[in-house]
């Protein structure tokens, strides 16, 4: 019996710490993401650039992973489509948003997600959402408000597809706790990306877009690639932690996004820049603390 209680104790604490580092992850490699979707010609608008991460997605994973098994059989697959079209209009929109709005602002907007996944988890799974818990998710917006100087700006629609994002995502992360024990993170992320091509496919078709140089096709390929590594990386990360604190740790996501700014494009390092990361980055600190304490409990 004692070898047991210190097994589970064991697990228990690691549980978050691998959370935490598959989302910490995820969030470097969708900041890459981020760039190469920011950067690229603007010809691609968000569904040219949607059908060609889930089209490439489709065959990537088949590639990949279905070596001598079919990647088709998930469980629960009304739930796998209906996550793939959550995921698919957040997506559209937070890309709508990036296009049409400074960074910055479609960052802070976006990440708002947590306050939604919270609210979806409670609706759906009468999930208990502890003051402390509360507090965490409220320093990440104010990290997030700091690091950018709480600077929002750009059109109304386009503030209110960032908007739209987050709201979406913050009901995806929460439906991936219902197939997360039954489904792998591949299986979850294929039906996504077969559910996008689906419905970008139609808005493509009437404007097609071809890549006209090298360049183009090779940031096309990392969009593809990066969206993979950093979905899967998030997908597994769900093993281990629940939506919004999902969303809590992948707020570091803003902390690498303006690092980038100033290691290659020469941004300032201001006071903004350490106060804002701390905060987000003391928020997934505390938010572990927590955790820990509630095993102890």
């Avoid at 950067?39 to 990537?60: C, E, N, P, S």
């Avoid at 990440?140 to 950018?148: C, K, M, S, W």
Wanted: net charge positive; with cysteine; glycine share 10%.
């Amino acid at each position: 019996m004692r070898s047991t209680s210190v097994s589970s104790t064991s697990v228990g604490i690691a549980r978050p710490f691998t959370g935490l580092f598959f989302m910490l992850s995820s969030s470097i490699v969708f900041t890459i993401m981020n760039i190469l979707i920011k950067t690229i010609d603007a010809r691609y608008t968000a569904w040219h650039l949607g059908f060609f991460r889930f089209l490439g997605g489709v065959i990537l994973l088949n590639l990949v992973f279905a070596k001598g098994g079919n990647l088709f059989k998930g469980d629960n697959i009304p739930l796998l489509l209906g996550r793939g079209c959550t995921g698919t209009v957040a997506f559209i929109s937070l890309v709508t948003a990036m296009r049409m709005l400074p960074l910055s602002t479609s960052i802070i907007i976006f990440y708002t997600f947590p306050v939604f996944a919270a609210i979806s988890a409670f609706f759906l799974y009468k999930e208990r959402i502890y003051l402390s818990q509360m507090f965490c998710i409220a320093l990440v917006i104010l990290g997030i408000l700091v690091l950018f100087n709480f600077n929002i700006s750009g059109s109304w629609f386009g503030q209110s597809m960032a908007l739209t994002g987050a709201v979406f995502t913050g009901l995806t992360v929460t439906l991936i706790r219902s197939l997360r024990g039954k489904n792998g993170p591949v299986v979850i992320y294929l039906f996504f990306c077969i559910v996008g091509s689906i419905i970008t496919f139609p808005m493509v078709a009437l404007n097609p877009v071809i890549p006209s140089s090298l360049l183009e096709f090779l940031m096309i390929a990392g969009i593809i690639l990066t969206s993979a590594g950093a979905q899967l990386l998030m997908n597994q990360g769900f093993f281990y932690c629940s939506g919004w604190e999902g969303g809590v740790y992948m707020s570091t996501e803003a902390v690498f996004t303006s690092l980038t700014g100033i290691l290659l494009m020469g941004e300032i390092v201001s006071w903004n820049f350490f106060v804002g990361g701390m905060l987000i980055l003391g928020s997934g600190v505390l938010l572990n603390y927590f955790k820990r304490r509630l095993v102890f409990s």
